[in-house]
């Protein structure tokens, strides 16, 4: 500040005002470290995009092809560890926006509304028969309405079809990428088999319950060795429902796997079709859940958070001014001019300028990231109106 000036006039130069505007203030440093993290963060985003969901570089042999100094013997262990340089790209990059859920909790509460709800269609089916009555027949339904919407929301939705929807990897095979999609496509498989299996037996449990209240018994020469079954020994199903256990509730399970589709019962079908368009709806509901890229949506979720908190950090920022023209005015002694108060807010505006930029997509991060021209990127951006239009 120049303090000859202020002692001898009492006022203060436009470069003085500028100086105490300019002074560190626990909201400027709130927006420093906002933008650290910020920063860091979509880093850490287009890093994730550009890989695209694995950590591998291109083979080694193309690598080792496209570097200039391609007849260095040392190449391959100059080249097999580097590390990705920003504007450089595998060609496998993420390039789409996430499609995560703002409120995770939100999917969350459509699974539990949709365990009350299968729960109680189930109970009454189960409580006419149950010993226990209406509350036995509500903790069965309860139980494998848990069962059929747990197993069809996290394996064969989550799991499965959110990682089968990943693109192969076809340059490198083992890749992480490619061992995703083979885990969703084993989740599915078995996921999918277990959501029959408890529907089925669910159905059979009804069934025979309604045979028993008839005072009904299955066919005793029913087959077993006919398709759609489950992978069960034929001459195992024959002895367990020739056994007494094959005329009891005991036996669902059995029934559900060697002859699942022998329901003679409406409530039984009406039972079986419910479970599995809840099944369904779950499955849907699960593959929503996150990004197919595993990472990638927490990544994105990481930077919208920086972004959220810088932006408030700037907010604050920018309600200090009162605080920073109350300061200037006790030093000048004297209300300021308008001139002084816009040279406080130029100076303000000058100093986030650089923050801001980090609340959006620069062209130059566009470009390098989908490896396209500046001139294709400019034709996505929206033209500013000029005063003549």
Not at 109 to 117: D, E
Request: a negative charge; charged letters at 25%; glycine letters at 6%.
């Amino acid at each position: 500040m120049n303090d000859h000036a202020q002692g001898a006039s009492g006022a203060l130069t436009d470069q003085d005002i500028v100086d105490l505007t300019r002074r560190p203030s626990d909201a400027f440093n709130e927006v420093v470290l906002q933008a650290d993290y910020t920063t860091r963060a979509a880093l850490s985003f287009y890093r994730f995009r550009q890989l695209g969901g694995d950590y591998h570089l291109p083979s080694k042999r193309k690598r080792i092809k496209e570097t200039p100094d391609a007849n260095d013997p040392e190449a391959p262990q100059k080249y097999h560890h580097r590390k990705l340089k920003l504007g450089e790209s595998t060609g496998r990059g993420v390039h789409y926006i996430s499609s995560h859920p703002k409120v995770p909790l939100f999917q969350m509460s459509i699974i539990a509304l949709m365990i009350i709800f299968e729960s109680a269609a189930n109970a009454y089916f189960f409580a006419k028969q149950s010993e226990f009555g209406l509350a036995g027949g509500i903790f069965q339904a309860a139980a494998v309405s848990l069962a059929n919407v747990a197993t069809s929301f996290f394996i064969v939705g989550y799991w499965g079809m959110r990682h089968i929807s990943m693109p192969l990897d076809l340059e490198n095979i083992f890749s992480r990428r490619n061992l995703y999609v083979l885990m969703g496509l084993i989740a599915i498989i078995v996921g999918l088999s277990l959501v029959f299996l408890v529907n089925l037996s669910a159905a059979h449990y009804r069934n025979i319950l309604d045979m028993q209240a008839l005072g009904q018994e299955l066919p005793a020469d029913l087959p077993t060795k006919v398709l759609p079954h489950f992978i069960v020994d034929p001459a195992v199903c024959e002895k367990i429902l020739s056994s007494p256990l094959g005329e009891t509730i005991g036996s669902a399970a059995t029934n559900a796997m060697c002859r699942p589709f022998a329901l003679h019962s409406l409530d039984a079908m009406v039972l079986f079709a419910l479970g599995l368009a809840i099944a369904a709806f779950a499955a849907f509901e699960g593959r929503r859940l996150d990004s197919p890229f595993p990472g990638f949506s927490d990544s994105a979720r990481g930077l919208e958070r920086a972004r959220a908190e810088l932006r408030d950090a700037l907010y604050m920022f920018e309600d200090s001014y009162e605080d920073i023209k109350e300061e200037v005015v006790e030093v000048k002694g004297s209300d300021l001019t308008p001139k002084e108060k816009m040279l406080i807010h130029r100076t303000m505006s000058d100093m986030v300028a650089p923050y801001i930029k980090l609340l959006r997509t620069t062209d130059d991060g566009l470009s390098d990231e989908f490896g396209l021209d500046h001139e294709i990127v400019d034709q996505f951006r929206v033209k500013p109106k000029t005063d003549g239009q």
